[in-house]
């Protein structure tokens, strides 16, 4: 790929007004120069990284992030507060505890209906159902063949958009039971319980061999 | 009045999580007995403050009270010749939700953090209005040239365009007159040719629904012709 390019892709997410994908990029490139233009999306991914190296290199402040499937120029954590302070974008409210929970629910088990999520969290999930929609971090992708076909729900670009996450499984991995029960609090409550029924085993078989003793 | 803060619950198992945590209980082996009295109380509590019970609570409170009284019974056994533990689905339903409790741990500070950025976007707030610049506007500009911008302008305003409606009265008493007369005066007529000299599409629809009234009532008959897209009417059998 020849070095022009690296000022082309810049330009091309500089100009963008949401998160561009490589796809976009490259359809942008060989449809000026041609489709048998030599570059690949892998290369185009290469130059995010060498653009955002120029960039930390010369203290600027801002950086193209990969989110979403796709890149977006963002400022840098440095400058928040002075970002945030004229931005009336910064000043929506944060998510709730409940809204959180069920998007992780969503996130990880996708796509899943509402059923489902209530078992989970136990309680009538409705409302904040609807507030994710409206919020668009959420939508409905389809309905289960299940009875009532109840509607199906996954997240949308906008939820990797809002947490800063480039694809899916840039999630944190949810803790599986098995390291749920490895961890120590559980260990320590898990021995006692093990030496608990070993004693009462072994007292049983001492019990035992002393009936088989008399007998 | 007194105001009391009670600590907030998304719900039964997060209520019953935090007394596993503040008690230090073994989640596998819960005192059924006293977890089932503490969560009675708390209900109990949000009464007593007025606050409204959700359903959720109250179900949460039965299948405890369920539990407690299985537990005194005789244990069940499962195909494996095991004895079930009464509250072992509670125990995977508990250990579900904390796993995703967990995670939207994560979520908060992954959107605490991308709170801290500004992506690039938003164009409409960018876009400024421009400041005209006067001395460039007034250059070089003649009275002719306003004239002539004038008369653009002028040309340029397109006549409103005006849609007549006309009505038109055909109704279907009218149309099945008009069918019968045809039937009369030839033996069989072809459908095309009924409607060939229509022009306004109502009208078309109206005689096809005269035809129908016709035919329902057995005045005519409808014969099939070769022409695909045609049929025959001929005279009924009454």
Redesign the interface.
Known sequence: MERIYHSVIEALIFSSDDVISPAEILRAVKGIDGEDTQITTGEIDEVIDLLNKNYEEQNLSFRILRIANGYLFATTKDYSKYVGYLSSEKSKRRLSQAALETLSIIAYRQPITKPEIEAIRGVNSDYILNTLLEKNLINISGRAESVGRPLLYTTTDEFLKYFGLNKLIDLPKPREIEEIMNDEDFIEQKRKIMMNSLEDSMENEISHDENADQT | MYKIKLD?F?????LLLFFIKRD?L????IPISSITKEFLDYVNLMKMLDLEV???FIL?ASTLMHIKVRMLLPREVDEKGEEIDPRAELVK?L??????????????Y??????????????SADEKIAVPEYEILLKNVTVFDLAKAFKRIIDEVKEEPIHQIKKINVTIDEQIEYILNLIETNVEVHFLSLVEKMKEKIRIIVTFIALLELVKAGRIKIKGSTDFNDFLLMKGDE
């Open positions: 907030h998304e719900g039964p198992l997060d230090e073994n989640i596998y082996d959700a359903g959720d949460m339903a250990l579900e939700y904390k796993r995703y409790k967990e995670m939207s741990d994560d979520l908060a992954m959107e605490s953090n991308t709170r801290k950025i500004s992506f690039r976007g938003n164009f």
